[in-house]
C-alpha cells in the first residue's frame, strides 16, 4: 500500500519504480516534520506493527515530558576537564552536577546553545560530494518531473542545517583552552575538588 508524501509526485514515481518488482511497496514522506521518519514508518508504513507503534508513542511521550534528550556534549566536557585536572570528581553525582553547572554556564550566563562551541566536522568537501549525491539519487527517482529550483534550494538549506547537529562533534581540547571556560573551571574547582581523595577517578565517560 502506499503512504502520499506531501510532494505527491514523489510518492508516485518512486510507488511506480518499484510496483512491478515488490507485492507490497511502501512510500513514506522522509521530511515529515512533524511525526519524523520512525513514527511514519511503525505507524503508518509498517502492516501489522500496532504494538511497536503504540510503544515508541509512549517512549515518545516519556521523552517530551521529562526532557531527557539533554546534550552529552557537556558531560563530555565535564569528562574532558576532569581528565586534564582542570576539576576533580570522586563520584557520578559529582560528575553530573559539574555538566549541570557546564550547561547552565553555556545557556544562561554565555547566552549560548551546545552546538555553538567549536566543533570539529566531516570535511567540507565530502560533505558537498554527499549533498550532490543525495541530490542526484532525487533526480533520478523524479526524472519524470524534475525538481525545481525553489525545491533543491530547499534541500541544500536544509542539509546544511542539519550538518552542523548530525556530523560536527564539539571540539573538547579547544574548548577547554578557551579563556572563559578555563575560568570558569578556576572557579569551579573549589565546589567540585574531592576533599578525601583528590586523585580518585571514578569511571565517569560519557559516551556518545
Not at 504494538?51 to 563530555?76: G, P, W
Not at 558537498?128 to 539519487?137: Q, R, Y
Request: charged share 30%; aromatic share 10%.
Amino acid at each position: 500500500y502506499q503512504r502520499t508524501s506531501s510532494d505527491p509526485k514523489e510518492s508516485y514515481q518512486s510507488f511506480y519504480r518499484y510496483k512491478d518488482h515488490f507485492d507490497d511497496v511502501v512510500t513514506l514522506d522522509y521530511h515529515d516534520k512533524e511525526n519524523g521518519v520512525v513514527e511514519n514508518l511503525f505507524c503508518n508504513g509498517t502492516k501489522h506493527a500496532e504494538h511497536t507503534c503504540q510503544h515508541f508513542l509512549r517512549k515518545k511521550d516519556e521523552v517530551s515530558r521529562t526532557n531527557l534528550a539533554q546534550s552529552l556534549t557537556y558531560k563530555n566536557i565535564a569528562y574532558g576537564a576532569h581528565q586534564l585536572a582542570l576539576t576533580s570528581m570522586c563520584s557520578r553525582e559529582e560528575f553530573d552536577d559539574v555538566a549541570n553547572k557546564i550547561q547552565d554556564h553555556q545557556e544562561n550566563t554565555l547566552g549560548r546553545s551546545s552546538y555553538d562551541f567549536p566543533s570539529k566536522c566531516l570535511d567540507k568537501a565530502v560533505l558537498e560530494k554527499l549533498l550532490e549525491l543525495s541530490i542526484g539519487h532525487r533526480r533520478e527517482i523524479l526524472a519524470a518531473s524534475p525538481l525545481t529550483k525553489a525545491e533543491e534550494d530547499q534541500i541544500r538549506d536544509e542539509y546544511w542545517d542539519k550538518v552542523k547537529t548530525k556530523s560536527c562533534d564539539a571540539d573538547i581540547a579547544a574548548i577547554l583552552k578557551m579563556p572563559e571556560w578555563v575560568e570558569f573551571f578556576n572557579a569551579l574547582e573549589t565546589d567540585t575538588s574531592c576533599h578525601s581523595s583528590k586523585n580518585a577517578s571514578p569511571s565517569l565517560r560519557a559516551s556518545r
